[in-house]
């Protein structure tokens, strides 16, 4: 069997779903279970509605309306009987979300947040569900809250892989033995979203990816394939370089690396189930699905053959000296990195000396003033703001002396295989190629 996930941009209006019907169409050879997220920027609407719930706002019922109104364009677009069931169905699921929010809205964030956002899941994979029965390509609806177990770390669920893999495989063989005709299943889930037996509980923002390797873990898939707006994994963002490259094949490792220092083609969790039951990971287009996209697998004879590289914007460097001029040592580190996680931030790279210790992180605004602000307590505090951090996986010098042309370089710093340097101003289009 296979793991096919979709996500927002793949089923964003009801040609999109369309399409992704027929890709799955198309592949109906082997058994499939679908994962879908929700439809195009549901997620952030849903935010919102919250947001605005949680402070009385105005605005609260004017975004429940445009949630409203795209589903029923979709549906409008997808169903042309306007009886069909589908149709309540949506009603009823708007109305227990406005039901959520109107009772629960102030309940603790975290978890209130899983039970809202969930929704935009919800409907979508019904959504697709309806339509693919509708077309008389029968499928089986399967609740990811019923299978993919979590503990309660609401907005960030620590999935128990013996549980789910458990459940996972119960339900998989009593529906393929049960209600498969023709000797092919589709099973379709929502992505991003479990339980932990009481809650829905979600697996991070953009978690879908995850939720498409934790199946194919459980099962053991042949494959599964992340359907994307890109040929595949490409080496250099496609926003900003129109021509980007294509990586035919990567190896768990290099595409954990490269995600690592912030592409973000694939969720970062997504790999490791993946890697260690060997199942290989497809990355294509939905737009062009007869391509033959990126394959990340255990085979590493290609990760060398091009330079990627990987831009983040809106850096800071701050550089921390001890106010006693005693030299950086493991505790004043340790007190450093304390404070950076109290503070919910993240190092992208750090850098020391006897006597200093520089932090490139992302410019959160408020939460890095404060981390500063707790920082001077101890230590003298120097910041740089409006840089961007920027990685060469396998670079080489032409690359190097093209990229850093007029650049003035912060910090650099270099291994066998990757290249990094903080510098100043942003990332234009003016920057040279990867190649
Ligand atoms: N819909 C969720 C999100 O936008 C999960 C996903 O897209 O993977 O974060
Ligand atoms: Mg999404």
Not at 21 to 47: P, R
Not at 390 to 418: F, G, I, P
Request: aromatic share 10%; net charge negative; hydrophobic share 35%.
């Amino acid at each position: 069997m296979k793991v096919y996930k979709f996500g927002g941009a793949s089923v964003k209006d009801a040609a999109a779903v369309k399409n992704v019907a027929k890709i799955i169409q198309d592949h109906a050879e082997d058994d499939i279970w679908v994962v879908v997220s929700a439809m195009g920027k549901t997620t952030n609407a849903l935010e919102s509605l919250l947001e605005a719930y949680r402070q009385g706002l105005d605005t609260r019922e004017q975004i429940l309306e445009q949630i409203e109104n795209y589903h029923r364009e979709i549906l409008d677009g997808l169903f042309p009987f306007s009886g069909h069931e589908v149709f309540l169905t949506l009603n009823t699921t708007l109305e227990r979300l406005k039901e959520t929010l109107e009772n629960r809205a102030k309940e603790d964030y975290d978890k209130i947040y899983d039970t809202v956002v969930a929704f935009g899941e919800d409907l979508s994979a019904m959504i697709l569900s309806a339509y693919l029965d509708d077309r008389s390509y029968l499928n089986t609806w399967v609740d990811a809250r019923d299978v993919i177990l979590t503990d309660s770390t609401f907005r960030e669920g620590k999935v128990d892989f013996v549980k789910t893999g458990k459940k996972v495989k119960e339900r998989w063989n009593s529906i393929v033995e049960s209600t498969n005709i023709t000797g092919k299943g589709l099973l379709i889930s929502q992505g991003f979203i479990g339980s932990d037996g009481k809650n829905t509980v979600t697996l991070g923002r953009e978690g879908s990816d995850y939720t498409g390797a934790i199946l194919a873990w459980s099962l053991g898939a042949t494959e599964i394939t992340i359907w994307k707006d890109v040929p595949g994994m490409l080496n250099a963002d496609p926003k900003f370089y129109p021509d980007a490259e294509r990586i035919p094949s990567l190896s768990y490792q290099e595409a954990t690396e490269l995600s690592y220092y912030g592409a973000s083609v694939i969720h970062p969790k997504t790999l490791k189930p993946l890697q260690n039951k060997d199942i290989p990971l497809y990355v294509r287009s939905f737009m062009n699905p007869t391509a033959e996209g990126t394959v990340i697998h255990h085979d590493e004879s290609q990760d060398h053959s091009h330079p990627s590289f990987i831009f983040k914007q809106a850096q800071v460097l701050i550089s921390i000296t001890p106010k006693d001029f005693s030299f950086i040592a493991e505790d004043n580190m340790s007190q450093i990195f304390a404070l950076l996680s109290k503070n919910g931030l993240k190092a992208n790279l750090t850098q020391n000396s006897a006597l200093s210790f520089s932090i490139c992180m992302d410019d959160r605004g408020k939460r890095v003033e404060e981390f500063m602000e707790e920082c001077r307590l101890n230590y003298k505090t120097l910041y740089n703001q409006g840089l961007s951090l920027l990685t060469v996986r396998h670079y080489d010098e032409d690359t190097l002396s093209r990229l850093l042309k007029n650049r003035e370089v912060l910090v650099e710093q270099r291994s066998r295989k990757t290249a990094r340097f903080v510098l100043k101003g942003g990332f234009n289009l003016s920057t040279p190629k990867p190649r």
